[in-house]
């Protein structure tokens, strides 16, 4: 068994490996070809998936900013030397990453306000901003515990040789250890963009308008099997072009700080 | 008596601190509820077994070395990975099921509830993630020790069972509590077909009472604790398999 993958497997793996690429959208390339009306069906309702799937990248690219900026802060507080600044923040990251995203959509979407008023003007507060909090809370929850993580994967010996070198804690912290720990961070870190972006479509329940309402908005107006069938199946290969590229990229990465 | 005095006491008291629980002092939305948090664990006692045996299938066919098994799982291991849950499920509702009421003849002969539908895309969802664990673990076993085995007279089939399957579950094993973690928080996604597990069941309450907040810090604290209990329970399994001096 691991004779014959050692021989043939890097090339006949490369080839898998860019037909994945391309699999689904052959798929719906060739049906969409074999059947003329459904293809003409299909390319005018494209630009309206589209716009649907802009809004699963906008609300991902936010809520992943977010999610970063306050979850390596809260990794660093994770590890404070005062217990009234750890424990709240412990808190906080257990609660959130045990927690369903659904939920915390739902979460969202139902107790903020659908407008604000700021000095006497009325805000609106649309439901895509919500499901980008509501996706940021985990987002930052998971990114607080992998800071915390890569962290403490840094050898004690490196906190200590900055102190000899005359560095503060925090100045260790600034110039020292964090560098390092971009580097350890990011395959975790791009696993957790794919999955909040998977996520994204969970936003379809309280109504954003997004790529698989998109979808579900398109096949209830053709009423058509088969465009239903593409329908979903578009909305897949939109995914999986987005996330599959990350996957690659990351087993990549992870296989090579292993080999470091 | 002394229940309903307890409950009531509890209701004033969650009242005054600004929580609505009135809904549980009636019969009909406190059942409904109920009902929920059981519904949820079932499907969670339910999908632990279902995805672990089809992960272990998995995981089996990838790492057979025989193509025609291995491919088409290494397909579907990376569609179901790189694509949303929440779309699979719809899909399969909406197109798989009606394949399956169109081939018995009409939706009310259709024996697939969207229960069932949950199980096998959650189910499957996970298995996916539980073979790459595992086909990780099973490649990770030292190649000396395979060959050992193989020298013995053991078939691929007996090597699997007796040599890697066990040193790959317990070097898989972090891996997979974490991906039974992922599947206590994706039971959530039947509510968009309308199986009454928690979420659905407290949509229901609180379309009537307006008491989101309320409801929400009891299913945070819900998924916690059970997210606690599996993550234990996953440490408790790994010191009992534990094999001294193999690090592992």
Redesign the interface.
Same mark, same amino acid.
């Given at each position: 068994m691991t004779a014959t993958t050692m021989t043939s497997g890097p090339k006949k793996q490369h080839l898998t490996r860019s037909l994945a690429f391309v699999a689904l959208p052959l798929v719906i390339l060739i049906w969409a070809l074999t059947d003329l009306s459904l293809g003409r069906t299909l390319v005018e309702w494209i630009p309206y998936l589209a716009s649907g799937f802009m809004m699963n990248i906008l609300i991902s690219l936010l809520a992943m900013t977010f999610g970063t900026v306050i979850g390596a802060i809260f990794g660093i507080l994770e590890l404070a030397p005062y217990r009234l600044v750890r424990y709240p923040v412990v808190a906080y990251v257990q609660i959130f990453r045990n927690a369903p995203h659904l939920v915390l959509i739902f979460a969202t979407t139902y107790i903020f306000p659908f407008e604000i008023v700021i000095a006497g003007n009325y805000l609106p507060f649309p439901d895509w901003v919500k499901a980008v909090i509501g996706l940021a809370i985990p987002a930052s929850a998971y990114v607080a515990e992998i800071t915390r993580g890569a962290i403490q994967s840094i050898p004690t010996t490196q906190w200590e040789a900055a102190q000899g070198l005359g560095f503060s804690r925090w100045q260790a912290l600034r110039y020292i250890i964090l560098p390092q720990c971009v580097r350890r961070s990011l395959p975790p870190w791009m696993n957790l963009f794919s999955s909040i972006t998977m996520a994204t479509a969970l936003a379809s329940l309280v109504g954003v308008h997004e790529l698989l309402h998109a979808a579900t908005d398109a096949s209830t107006a053709v009423r058509r099997i088969d465009f239903t069938i593409i329908a979903y199946i578009v909305v897949m290969a939109a995914f999986f072009a987005l996330c599959y590229p990350i996957s690659r990229l990351t087993r990549r990465l992870e296989r090579r700080f292993n080999a470091a | 008596m002394q229940d309903s005095s307890i409950l009531n006491t509890f209701i004033a008291m969650m009242d005054r601190i600004g929580l609505n629980y009135e809904f549980l002092a009636t019969g009909y939305e406190a059942t409904i509820w109920r009902d929920g948090f059981i519904t949820t664990l079932y499907l969670i006692a339910l999908l632990i077994p279902v995805s672990l045996v089809a992960g272990l299938v998995f995981a089996a066919c990838l790492t057979s =070395?025989r193509p025609f098994l291995s491919?088409p799982v %290494? =397909?579907f291991v990376? #569609?179901t %990975?790189? &694509?949303? *849950? /929440? @779309?699979?499920l719809?899909?399969s509702f +909406? !197109?798989l099921n *009606?394949f399956v009421s169109n081939l018995v003849g009409g939706a009310q002969n259709n024996p697939l509830t969207p229960f069932f539908w949950v199980v096998a895309v959650v189910g499957l969802h996970i298995a996916a993630l539980h073979a790459e664990a595992m086909r990780a673990g099973i490649e990770a076993v030292p190649?000396s020790m395979v060959e050992a085995a193989r020298g013995m007279g053991f078939s691929?089939w007996q090597i699997l069972r007796h040599v890697e399957l066990p040193l790959a579950f317990r070097a898989s094993l972090p891996a997979i509590v974490n991906n039974l #973690?992922n599947l @206590?928080? /994706? &039971? *959530? !996604?039947g509510?968009?077909i309308a199986v009454s597990e928690i *979420?659905y069941a407290s #949509?229901m309450v609180?379309t009537q009472r307006d008491n !989101? @907040?309320s409801l929400?810090i009891v #299913? +945070?604290v819900f998924?916690?604790a059970i997210?606690?209990v599996v993550a234990r329970l996953g440490i408790w399994v790994e010191r009992k398999l534990a094999v001294p001096g193999y690090g592992l």
């Open positions: - | =070395g491919a %290494r =397909g990376e #569609i %990975r790189n &694509t949303p *849950t /929440l @779309v699979q719809m899909f +909406l !197109v *009606t190649s691929q #973690i @206590v928080k /994706l &039971t *959530t !996604v509510n968009a *979420t #949509i609180w !989101v @907040v929400m #299913i +945070l998924f916690s997210n606690i």
